[in-house]
């Protein structure tokens, strides 16, 4: 045997100087309509490298995509001072994570494992039973190694994904990224595809830039202008043109994204000053508002309550006005109490009855009105689950680095997945991540190549800035992660289902079995095997109800 194979579950990683996770899986099971994934990692005991032509032999094999995983730097995979023991490696270095095309050759490297990603996506065409899944590597001499997997089709559907998702796509990242001008038509292209990515892996709401997002700006400085409102500014008085708007929201429902996040109206971490607004004013292109601008001053407080009344009319004309939620501020303390109330007051003035969502973590705000509908990062849930906040959203980003599921580069993916049982557990209605496709520094002060660069120049964890790489031909390309977190949603779905079927009791009675405690936003099996015994478990259960056996 000149090439060493072995078969692994998605949630395995597989660095290239390590000794390989051992062979662990060759059988799995889905529902129609999911994504399935398995690995196919391999090495040569021969001395030199070689390209191996592979071939898929499956009556599934138009269901099939094959990807390289592809290993991408970092230099600051966690916080050397603020970390836990549940991540893989510590140190810098290569981490496997994106997903290119495949070409059917692979380079086989002598020493050092790769790995071939497969998902399975079926879109409920494929009828219930067991198919084969044939991987061979043929050497340059015509020796032949092969693997197979069965995976089982339950015929069954997961329901329609009702937790809200929303993962901030950054189009300003896509235009400097691109070289293309804002609002082209190869701009809208590009924005596209990249909704089109989100929505096929669980995003159903898109943070929306009625002006240009005031996000990880460094305050006196601003990021490419994404601003879809037209704004026109005579002797005090302001009009509003909402066709980019109107396109924008056509573009998110043509790729399957039915809910819109309003862009933050006041600058972050505080409230203290107005976005970056582009207008007309008297014949001029300028900015009329900005760092400059005291958030709480006359004059912004009078453009944002007409701008907001010239917005609800342009929704309900359009009947969008019930899919529309608001922000103030991002991320505030309590410190910023005051200048968040004063905002949220403007706009739950003008907007009544349309949510008003910010990411936050002190309990205060909720406690005293400020907010009605907290987004809580998920090392800071546990006061609102013990008061029994309703529809309830959680989030997390680089500062959840410690005890809680995450997505960096450095953790495992079982990490990552597990979010899906927990947001199930806690009956949770929202999920917020900021990093879609965040390709900038901290405060936005440089660009970077997110295939160099994978921490923002060591301004976060690896990981955490984005889910996607991006591809030359102007789409998406996936990372592992990004269809791991998709399975954390499936997860979800097919215990919501199952729920429908028994009762939610049951349910997580089934979910917990076998774990040492019970599940929490900081306390989850740590491992592969436990969350993969979970889906079978579901899935048998499935089975039994649905098709009798």
């Not at 005991?45 to 191996?52: I, M, R």
């Not at 997390?396 to 495992?412: E, I």
């Not at 939610?504 to 079995?513: G, I, K, N």
């Not at 095997?529 to 478990?537: G, K, Y």
Request: hydrophobic share 35%; with cysteine; net charge negative.
């Amino acid at each position: 045997m000149s090439t060493k194979l072995r078969l692994l579950s998605s949630l395995e990683k597989v660095f290239p100087e390590e000794t390989c996770p051992k062979d662990d899986l060759h059988r799995g099971s889905m529902l129609r309509n999911e994504i399935y994934s398995f690995q196919v990692a391999c090495t040569t005991d021969k001395l030199l490298n070689y390209t191996a032509n592979v071939t898929v032999e499956s009556p599934l094999r138009d269901c099939l995509t094959v990807y390289t995983v592809g290993c991408v730097p970092s230099m600051m995979p966690l916080y050397p001072h603020w970390h836990d023991e549940d991540y893989l490696k510590t140190k810098p270095g290569l981490f496997p994570d994106v997903l290119s095309g495949f070409s059917g050759k692979f380079l086989v490297t002598a020493g050092y494992w790769r790995s071939l990603w497969i998902a399975v996506e079926p879109r409920g065409q494929a009828k219930a039973g067991v198919y084969p899944i044939r991987i061979t590597f043929e050497d340059p001499e015509g020796g032949r190694d092969s693997v197979q997997f069965e995976l089982e089709i339950i015929g069954q559907d997961l329901p329609e994904q009702k937790l809200i998702v929303t993962e901030w796509v950054h189009t300003d990242c896509l235009a400097n990224y691109y070289k293309i001008p804002v609002f082209s038509e190869a701009y809208w292209k590009i924005v596209e595809n990249y909704l089109s990515a989100a929505a096929k892996y669980g995003m159903n709401m898109v943070l929306t830039p009625v002006f240009t997002p005031p996000l990880d700006t460094k305050v006196g400085g601003e990021r490419t202008t994404v601003q879809l409102v037209d704004v026109s500014v005579k002797d005090g008085t302001y009009s509003f043109g909402f066709s980019r708007l109107a396109r924008w929201m056509d573009t998110a429902e043509r790729c399957g994204i039915s809910r819109f996040e309003i862009s933050h109206l006041f600058t972050q971490w505080g409230a203290k000053a107005a976005p970056k607004i582009m207008a007309t004013a008297d014949g001029e292109y300028r900015r009329i508002f900005g760092w400059e601008t005291d958030a709480s001053s006359e004059e912004y407080t009078s453009f944002l309550r007409q701008f907001l009344r010239s917005l609800r009319a342009f929704l309900q004309a359009r009947g969008m006005l019930g899919k529309c939620w608001f922000h103030v501020s991002d991320e505030p303390s309590e410190e910023h109490l005051e200048n968040y109330r004063r905002g949220r007051e403007i706009i739950s003035s003008e907007m009544p009855g349309c949510p008003i969502i910010d990411a936050l973590s002190s309990y205060k705000f909720y406690e005293t009105g400020s907010v009605k509908k907290p987004v809580v990062s998920s090392d800071h849930i546990e006061p609102f689950l013990e008061h029994g906040v309703k529809n309830l959203w959680a989030y997390y980003c680089c500062n959840q680095s410690v005890g809680v599921s995450n997505r960096f580069l450095a953790m495992p993916s079982y990490r990552n997945r597990v979010l899906g049982l927990q947001l199930y557990k806690f009956r949770i209605e929202g999920f917020l991540q900021w990093g879609f496709n965040f390709w900038n520094n901290a405060f936005s002060e440089r660009l970077i190549d997110p295939y160099r660069v994978t921490d923002g120049l060591c301004s976060w964890p690896s990981g955490d800035p984005f889910i996607v790489y991006p591809g030359e031909d102007g789409h998406a390309v996936p990372s592992l992660r990004l269809l791991v977190f998709n399975e954390g949603l499936q997860d979800l779905r097919a215990l919501q289902l199952l729920e429908s079927l028994t009762s939610y009791e049951e349910t997580l009675r089934l979910l917990e079995d076998g774990f040492a405690e019970p599940l929490r936003f900081d306390r989850y099996p740590k491992s592969a095997f436990a969350l993969l015994s979970v889906r079978r478990r579901v899935n048998s259960r499935l089975k039994e109800l649905c098709c009798g056996k």
